[in-house]
């Protein structure tokens, strides 16, 4: 009997390598950025024709906005030209828009046009492409913890009921549900650490890493990766009959 492949349901990127693709070449660092918006959208597609559920992808840091003032500025504006370019594709595609992170802290342009991407998308049942948008992920665990202390204090809940569940019930992947969790994180531009990203949600998943700079990541990439990850031996802590 075939040994049953590994479900691929939610995806995580850590899309990293955009600076050093622009240096490569010659050309200044937005420049990377550039390349690196115009491959979400190859990846996407190629993720949707997989059959992945949820692919979330890291964009932009708590930490980035420590980066260069006019980095930061164009970074914010990336997503306006994304969407205003892709988004009848996503709809044709019945691709769900969702971005988490602190989108209240964004400048009011960029706030109105991921708010736009969501409500324009908010009734398509496809592939979930969720942004991690000015997202840092111990700060998503101390505002889910600030909640569940109002919980108590207000006699909602007792501490005996806190839960794995409850916690993840609190934090940005939520609405998932059985999703929530990704299966797999790829990590580009031979960088191996997780920088903030998911780390509740990343208990259990598998990690890859890629020595290709985001732009260069390509499809067959992807496949070559989702490929790996089916045929991994997947124990979550427990033993099997396979293990000596």
Do not use: C
Not at 35 to 45: A, P, Q, S
Not at 147 to 160: A, M, P, R, V
């Amino acid at each position: 009997m075939a040994e049953k492949r590994n479900q691929l349901n939610h995806l995580a990127i850590i899309m990293d390598g955009n600076g050093r693709w622009a240096t490569k070449q010659g050309k200044p660092r937005v420049a990377g950025h550039y390349e690196g918006m115009n491959n979400v959208e190859r990846i996407t597609l190629a993720a949707d024709q997989l059959g992945i559920k949820v692919l979330s992808l890291y964009a932009f840091s708590t930490e980035n906005w420590a980066r260069p003032k006019e980095e930061v500025a164009y970074l914010m504006n990336l997503p306006v030209r994304f969407f205003d370019h892709f988004m009848p594709t996503l709809m044709e595609k019945n691709v769900k828009v969702n971005i988490m992170g602190y989108l209240d802290e964004l400048p009011r342009k960029t706030y109105d046009v991921v708010q736009r991407a969501m409500a324009e998308t908010a009734q398509n049942t496809g592939l979930i492409l969720n942004f991690a948008f000015n997202y840092g992920s111990r700060r998503e665990i101390t505002t889910a913890v600030k909640e569940i202390g109002t919980l108590i204090e207000t006699g909602q809940i007792t501490s005996d009921q806190i839960t794995e569940e409850l916690i993840s019930d609190r934090l940005m992947t939520a609405g998932f549900k059985e999703f929530r969790d990704p299966d797999l994180l790829i990590r580009t531009s031979g960088e191996q650490r997780i920088s903030n990203f998911m780390l509740w949600q990343l208990a259990y998943s598998e990690l890859a890493f890629s020595s290709k700079n985001w732009p260069d990541f390509t499809k067959e990439d992807l496949q070559e990766f989702v490929s790996d990850f089916q045929n991994r031996h997947r124990r979550f802590g427990k033993l099997d009959e396979t293990d000596s």
